[in-house]
């Protein structure tokens, strides 16, 4: 079983749409929760960090935390084509010293 | 603009040379963090660097190695290239400190390593 896992997608959603991603996470100990848009060959770019369980929102970006379940989560609300690139879900550990990336999922967003 | 820094940008070596990648952190991030992304794929951690001393270490050999710097900035070296070491190579800089949650990791542009 991998550590973080996401659905690599690609994840077609129309303009104005609502993109909703999924990760989950194996290490219940993890403490720090981060989503990272990254476009085709450019580094990763933080866009939400979440820490307690619940949502969190910012601008178009909302994420969710559920550590029962072990899973985060990212909605991209009113999706525009700038939104089109793959979005990296990763767990720190608890140590603070370590991020664990997924794979990421790619979003393709239609005019 | 994260405020991070990477030398070179680009890079082609051949197979059993070694190679050195710089990074400069962001103002005010004492710890800088490396790691390896194939394509595609999601990075993978090499090490952590605080305080001058490696803090941390993912599944990698020993023939990759770095430094940190009085200033903070970082040396990535790999010895004895493989195929299999093409990749971006990324640093992030954050800063560690007790208490306050400050562990967001802030990424350079990266360096692209090809390695024939």
């Known amino acids: 079983q991998k550590e973080v896992e996401q659905n690599s997608g690609p994840l077609s959603v129309p303009e104005g749409a609502i993109a909703s991603l999924n990760c989950t996470y194996s290490?219940?100990?993890?403490?720090?929760f981060f989503w990272y848009r990254q476009y085709s060959g450019k580094s990763p770019e933080l866009i939400m960090s979440?820490?307690?369980?619940g949502d969190k929102e910012d601008g178009r970006f909302t994420a969710q935390l559920n550590k029962a379940s072990q899973y985060v989560s990212l909605l991209i609300r009113d999706s525009q084509p700038s939104d089109s690139a793959t979005y990296l879900c990763?767990?720190?550990?608890?140590?603070?010293?370590?991020?664990?990336f997924g794979g990421g999922t790619r979003v393709l967003v239609k005019p | 603009e994260t405020g991070v820094t990477q030398s070179p940008t680009h890079l082609i070596k051949t197979r059993g040379q070694q190679v050195t990648l710089r990074c400069s952190s962001q103002?005010?991030?004492?710890?800088v963090s490396w790691y390896q992304q194939a394509l595609g794929q999601g990075p993978q951690f090499i090490f952590q660097?605080?305080?001058?001393?490696?803090?941390g270490r993912g599944n990698f050999p020993p023939r990759f190695s770095g430094l940190q710097f009085p200033n903070y900035s970082s040396e990535l070296n790999v010895n004895a290239l493989e195929l299999d070491d093409s990749a971006l190579y990324l640093c992030?800089?954050?800063?560690?400190?007790?208490?306050?949650?400050?562990?967001?990791?802030?990424f350079g542009p990266g360096t692209r390593l090809t390695v024939l």
């Open positions: 992030a800089s954050s800063s560690l400190a007790g208490g306050l949650r400050t562990d967001t990791q802030y």
């Open positions: 103002s005010g991030h004492n710890t």
């Open positions: 990763a767990v720190n550990s608890a140590a603070g010293n370590k991020l664990t």
């Open positions: 290490d219940r100990v993890s403490q720090s």
């Open positions: 979440i820490y307690s369980n």
């Open positions: 660097y605080y305080r001058e001393e490696e803090n």
